[in-house]
């Protein structure tokens, strides 16, 4: 995910719409699930959290667009595998110092990626929020959801592209029982995931990976679950070795909640901006289309596939679940 920043505009007179809240419902409609299936985590959190907004008005939906058409023709927007790799592994380091120097939660390996904006794509339509921190409220209790719904049944779960290790740490808790592996390609994370051992005397295991070049000696135990969140971005259109090696390793299920290019309406203004934006960053490409081809071929099964509409500041994650045949 990428940070992107508005505030202000208050003294412009702007067009202000009712104001709405975000509930267990609209949750239910997004994911296309059950009230008994939504995780008490989650049902405590939108009774703690803000989640009040209106639809952007017309002055509020200009500078919106504005800004993100500033932010795709910045200079120096793309980066090489290595600039990447070291952006990643600064990133990851500062949430270890902030373990190591304090105590270790959600808060302290939150990704500073999320810097905060009231502008947030939800619904097919661009709404703004007095709480700056919506985006990253509604995105953790979108993982209560994914990690309940699809990963209860497995003893040995992998995520892919750990970072923070954040999702490691959710997982301790709702799971204390279950193995957990955690692979990414910077040595900050391998060493978030054993301070998280260490210190929740949890079964956790964190492992040098990189999605591009997956290492052959990386063994995932039969029966698992592996899931990558907001992880692929960087693999641009580099994702055949990485289809090869899960599929390769059979496991009993696979999800990932990502930005899915294939899913946006370039005919409709939000969607076009995030696939501008997606394509100047070089980010994830044709991986949902690969999908598709290798279920036509009988080597996966597609489970589901669905756009929430539940947004980022520029872009937004949908949600594919398949297995290998």
């Not at 699930?33 to 209106?54: A, D, K, V």
């Amino acid at each position: 995910m990428t940070a992107f920043t508005a505030t202000g505009f208050t003294s412009m007179n702007q067009e202000i719409t009712e104001k709405k809240r975000i509930t267990r419902e609209d949750f239910l409609r997004m994911f296309s699930c059950q009230l008994t299936e939504l995780p008490e985590q989650l049902l405590s959190g939108l009774n703690r959290i803000n989640t009040e907004y209106h639809e952007a008005g017309l002055i509020e939906f200009e500078q919106y667009v504005l800004d993100v058409l500033k932010l795709i023709n910045l200079p120096g927007i793309t980066r090489t595998k290595q600039q990447n790799l070291e952006a990643f592994e600064k990133g990851w380091e500062e949430n270890l110092g902030s373990i190591i120097s304090g105590n270790i939660s959600l808060e302290r390996l939150k990704p500073k990626y999320f810097r905060g904006s009231k502008f947030l794509r939800y619904n097919k339509k661009l709404i703004v929020t007095d709480n700056l921190d919506l985006e990253y409220d509604l995105f953790t209790l979108a993982r209560y959801l994914l990690f309940t719904r699809y990963l209860s049944s497995a003893a040995d779960i992998y995520e892919l592209g750990c970072g923070s290790c954040q999702n490691l740490l959710m997982l301790s808790e709702i799971f204390p029982k279950k193995k957990l592996y955690g692979l990414d390609w910077t040595h900050a994370s391998a060493k978030i995931a054993g301070l998280l051992a260490e210190s929740r005397k949890r079964e956790i295991s964190g492992i040098i990976f990189d999605m591009m070049e997956p290492p052959a000696d990386i063994f995932i135990k039969p029966h698992s679950a592996v899931f990558t969140i907001h992880a692929l971005e960087q693999l641009g259109s580099n994702h055949r070795k990485l289809l090869s090696f899960i599929m390769a390793a059979k496991p009993e299920i696979v999800f990932h909640y990502e930005p899915i290019v294939e899913f946006y309406d370039p005919d409709k203004l939000l969607d076009y901006l995030a696939l501008a934006y997606s394509q100047k960053r070089n980010y994830l490409s044709g991986f949902y289309t690969a999908l598709r081809k290798l279920q036509e071929q009988n080597r996966i099964e597609i489970l589901e596939s669905r756009r929430p509409y539940l947004g980022g500041v520029i872009h937004e994650a949908s949600l594919i679940v398949w297995r290998p045949l």
